[in-house]
Nanobody
Framework: QVQLVESGGGLVQAGESLRLSCAAS????????MAWFRQAPGKEREFVAYISWGGGSTNYAGSVKGRFTISRDNAKKTVYLQMNSLKPEDTAVYYC???????????????WGQGTQVTVSS
């Protein structure tokens, strides 16, 4: 059974950091590009970052570039999102996703986690 399980969300103050994790199982993790998306109340789901199957290529939304870092550990079947200098506008549910082809579009992704809440207070 395919599973993506996010963890690491929580409540932090502006300027602080969080590290999200996404543990994968039930598919060939090393063959998939992995991504993070987020969705705030009343907003469309938006792209945050992706990483290629081997970790050699990454892409970030302009709103997070320079603050967030995506990484992966294929041996552990886990993808991470290090979030630094958090802002209130980063508040959202963060979702992990997997695709055979990396993309900024959510409809290209085959598997999704349940999401983890990140709340940044001012």
């Amino acid at each position: 059974q395919v599973q993506l399980v996010e963890s690491g969300g929580g409540l932090v103050q502006a300027g602080e950091s969080l590290r999200l994790s996404c543990a994968a199982s039930g598919f060939t993790f090393s063959a998939y590009a992995m991504a993070w998306f987020r969705q705030a109340p009343g907003k469309e789901r938006e792209f945050v970052a992706y990483i290629s199957w081997g970790g050699g290529s990454t892409n970030y939304a302009g709103s997070v570039k320079g603050r967030f870092t995506i990484s992966r550990d294929n041996a552990k079947k886990t993808v991470y999102l290090q979030m630094n200098s958090l802002k209130p506008e980063d508040t959202a549910v963060y979702y992990c996703a997997a695709s055979l082809s990396a993309s900024t579009y959510p409809n290209r992704y085959d598997y999704w986690g349940q999401g983890t809440q990140v709340t940044v207070s001012s």
